[in-house]
């Protein structure tokens, strides 16, 4: 994965002043935090580059790098290009990795990657729609075991593994939302069925904010605070970056534009109300419309080539796609104004054929300012997006794990 974006230098004046003793206690938690966040995220980074990026002072940089080094949880590495050494987490384990997991409504992508978020292997096989949790989870860890034997890791060298599932997943109960398009997961304790069935630490979040933390990280979100990643899949959904962190809301539920209504009078959606943007820009949805004329073997692939040949229908079926996408997006840009929209999911491939109408609609319907601050551009991680943020939720939890470590072993007790 490419290194992030360095942010320019900023300085700061702090005014000194007494701190009671719990309150510089808190303080350098603050500051570890913030340090291995970034090794985590960014990886291979100079100490120069971990202040820049911090903001923190290049002498409290040295020391809490130097406890972490001491303590074997960070270490320097080679970095590609260059000859200079980074640092990396080890997370007790040298050879330690995580494991990512996509489930999708037809498929299931898994990763291995290391503390430096090098991807190691990666596959994605099939899904039949109506497989259940347990079933789904063996698949997936089947997948997983054969990717490390080829890499030649072993299992107990897993640290971590994060997980994406198409559906809201409440942060109080932890419990898959009824909206999910895995249906059979609706209802159940994500976090505690993929434990007991992986026998790791799991680490869970809706695929839709795995692919905006994917794309942020290391895609066309990069250098972004403020994104907004579109999936325009078989559901539809969006991941929502406000302040360089993964939005999710009072009930785990943000992003849920697929249920947005756009047509109070239009198609039944699986919610149960009428002309949510889903009915129209759905991918079974437009499929179905066009299989009238093409047969029910028709695809996506195949839609797209016959668009890309001068298809009318197919060319028309994408085009009101962008327009019915553009009307949410355009509110959107007005609710948050962000700074970039990245389009993904199986639609991404359409191009300008449903960029453009997409581009158009927020042009007319949003506040000028908000719409002319918003770049619109399609996924640089294409159906890897969502593995990618997986992979990051994962070592995000490592890298939690070490600031606990560090803390446990009393590195927060100094001054």
């Known amino acids: 994965m490419p290194d992030a974006i360095t942010p320019g230098d900023r300085q700061s004046i702090a005014v000194r002043v007494p701190r009671p003793r719990g309150a510089l206690r808190s303080l350098r938690e603050a500051n570890l935090r913030r340090i291995v966040e970034v090794i985590s995220r960014d990886g291979g980074l100079s100490q120069a580059e971990i202040a820049r990026r911090t903001e923190l002072s290049a002498a409290t940089v040295s020391n809490l790098v130097a406890e972490l080094r001491k303590r074997g949880l ?196 699986r919610c149960g109300n009428r002309g949510c943007l889903e009915t129209v820009v759905g991918v079974d949805n437009i499929l179905e419309m066009l299989r009238h004329s093409y047969g029910e073997k028709l695809d996506v692939p195949r839609v797209l080539a016959l668009a890309d040949q001068g298809d009318a229908r197919c060319r028309r079926a994408l085009a009101d796609a962008g327009r019915a996408v553009g009307i949410v997006v355009a509110d959107l840009c007005n609710l948050l104004s962000p700074q970039r929209i990245v389009v993904g999911g199986e639609l991404r491939s359409a191009g300008e054929l449903i960029l453009g109408p997409l581009r158009e609609t927020v042009a007319q319907r949003a506040v000028p300012a908000a719409a002319q601050a918003a770049e619109i551009v399609p996924s640089m991680l294409g159906d890897r997006a969502e593995l990618i943020g997986a992979i990051c939720l994962a070592l995000d939890a490592v890298g939690a794990s070490i600031v606990h470590d560090a803390l446990s072993e009393g590195m927060a007790a100094g001054g």
């Open 74 to 269: 960070v270490r320097r590495r080679e970095v590609r290009g260059g000859g200079r050494r980074g640092l990396e987490l080890v997370g007790g384990r040298a050879s330690g990795v995580v494991v990512g997991i996509d489930f999708g409504h037809r498929h299931i992508t898994v990763g291995i990657a290391d503390t430096a978020g090098r991807l190691l292997a990666d596959d994605r096989q099939p899904l039949p729609p109506d497989l259940g949790a347990d079933e789904s989870c063996a698949e997936a860890w089947a997948m997983a075991t054969r990717l490390l034997d080829r890499a030649g890791i072993s299992r107990a060298d897993v640290l971590q593994v994060g997980v994406g599932l198409p559906g809201p997943i409440d942060p109080v109960s932890g419990r898959v939302g009824w909206g999910a398009i895995l249906h059979r997961w609706a209802g159940q304790v994500a976090r505690t069925t993929l434990e007991d069935a992986f026998g790791l630490p799991v680490v869970v979040d809706n695929d839709g904010n795995l692919g905006a933390l994917g794309e942020l990280r290391h895609g066309a979100g990069r250098g972004c605070t403020d994104l907004v990643c579109l999936n325009l899949a078989t559901g539809v959904g969006a991941g929502l970056i406000i302040g360089g962190r993964v939005h999710h809301g009072a009930a785990g539920t943000a992003g849920e534009i697929g249920h947005i209504t756009i047509d109070e009078h239009g198609q039944l959606c």
